[in-house]
Nanobody
């Protein structure tokens, strides 16, 4: 069946880097577009970065210049490169995507999330 899975989270010291990956599998032809969100305990879920089926990207002001979103259409993945990490980046990171499958489109599809913890 269709799956959307995030990976690459972990524990890192402030100033370090992590690369998250969002991978679509199953009977999926491609990821149409995707957005990374994050949610810290006691806080609302917030948008981190997004990428369209074209060339447009967008970022939250808090991560501009530090995070980069990219896609690999051959692998059906969307990655988030996170540099110069800060303790306030600590959260569960989720991938949300619109997927093109066999005879249907999967709209607003969520992965299970991956934990990112940044220590000072």
């Amino acid at each position: 069946q269709v799956q959307l899975v995030e990976s690459g989270g972990g524990l890192v010291q402030a100033g370090g880097s992590l690369r998250l990956s969002c991978a679509a599998s199953g009977r999926i032809f491609n990821i149409i577009d995707a957005t990374w969100y994050r949610q810290a305990p006691g806080k609302q879920r917030e948008l981190v970065a997004g990428i369209t089926s074209g060339v447009t990207t967008n970022y939250a002001n808090s991560v501009k210049g530090r995070f980069t979103i990219s896609r690999d259409n051959a692998k059906n993945t969307v990655d988030l490169q996170m540099n110069s990490l800060k303790p306030e980046d600590t959260a569960v990171y989720y991938c949300n995507a619109n997927l093109l499958g066999l005879g249907r489109q999967y709209t607003d599809y969520w992965g299970q999330g991956t934990q990112v913890t940044v220590s000072s």
